[in-house]
C-alpha cells in the first residue's frame, strides 16, 4: 500500500493563480481531511469528507474549494492564491467513524505540499 | 485562548534522560486525547492514544485528567532518535465528524 500521497511536493504561486492540490489513499478509508499548517499555530483543518459525496467545512476554509468524487482521492483547490496561504498543507485518511473506537481514531498522513504564494 | 495548549520548548534532554511533556485543553467536552510525532519537515504520525486510567508503550507513559484538563507525555531513558516535536490532539464528542484540534507542538532535542 502506497497509504496517503500527495502532489506536488513544493509549489510557487503567484497572487492570484489558482491550483490543485492532489491527495490519494488506497486504504479504502472514508474519511478524508485537510490541514494547513503554519509556524506556532499547530495543524488547522481546512475542509474534510466522511465519504465520497460529502464535504464540509472545517476551521479556514476560506479561499479552498474541495470535492470527493471517489473514496480515493481528495483534491484541495485554490481558488486565487493570496501570500497568506502559504504554508505546509497536509492531507490525512482514516477509517470511518463506524468501524471502532480504536481504529478510527489514528490518522494518517500524507507527506505534505510546501506551498508559497508570492 | 488556544483550544489545545502546549509549551513550544525546546526541551534540551541529555541521552538517558527523563523529560515530560504537558498539554491543557478548553473544551470539557472532548472526548479522545492523543498524542503525535512529527519528525523536521515531515508528517505528523500517532504515537500513542491517551486512556483514562493512564497507559505506559515501553518507554511512553501517557496521562489524562480530565478534571484540570491536561494530559501528559513521560519519556523515560530518551534516545537521540526521540528528538521531534510532539503534538498534542484531541477530539470533541464522537459526531462522526473525526476532526482532530492540534496544539502547536513542544519541540524535545536529545543529545549526546
Known amino acids: 500500500n502506497a497509504g496517503v500521497t500527495q502532489t506536488p511536493k513544493f509549489q510557487v504561486l503567484k497572487t492570484g493563480q489558482s491550483m490543485t492540490l492532489q491527495c490519494a489513499q488506497d486504504m479504502n478509508h472514508e474519511y478524508m481531511s485537510w490541514y494547513r499548517q503554519d509556524p506556532g499555530m499547530g495543524l488547522r483543518l481546512i475542509h474534510y469528507s466522511v465519504g465520497a459525496g460529502i464535504t464540509d467545512q472545517g476551521e479556514v476554509p476560506n479561499g479552498y474549494n474541495v470535492s470527493r468524487s471517489t473514496t480515493e482521492d481528495f483534491p484541495l483547490r485554490l481558488l486565487s492564491a493570496a501570500p497568506s496561504q502559504t504554508s505546509v498543507y497536509f492531507c490525512?485518511?482514516?477509517?470511518?467513524?463506524?468501524?471502532?473506537?480504536?481504529?478510527?481514531?489514528?490518522?494518517?498522513f500524507g507527506p505534505g505540499t510546501r506551498l508559497t504564494v508570492l | 485562548r488556544k483550544e489545545v495548549e502546549q509549551d513550544p520548548g525546546p526541551f534540551n534532554v541529555p541521552e538517558g534522560a527523563t523529560v515530560a511533556f504537558n498539554c491543557t485543553y478548553s473544551?470539557?467536552?472532548?472526548?479522545?486525547f492523543f498524542w503525535y510525532r512529527q519528525d523536521c519537515r515531515k508528517e505528523p504520525k500517532l504515537l500513542m492514544s491517551v486512556y483514562s486510567s493512564g497507559n505506559e508503550d515501553g518507554r511512553f507513559t501517557a496521562q489524562l485528567n480530565r478534571a484540570s484538563q491536561y494530559i501528559s507525555l513521560l519519556i523515560r531513558d530518551s534516545k537521540l532518535s526521540d528528538s521531534a516535536t510532539y503534538l498534542c490532539v484531541v477530539n470533541l464528542k464522537d459526531t462522526g465528524r473525526r476532526a482532530l484540534t492540534f496544539g502547536s507542538g513542544t519541540r524535545l532535542q536529545v543529545q549526546p
Open positions: 490525512a485518511s482514516s477509517y470511518s467513524v463506524t468501524s471502532g473506537r480504536a481504529r478510527g481514531n489514528e490518522q494518517f
Open positions: 473544551n470539557s467536552a472532548s472526548q479522545s
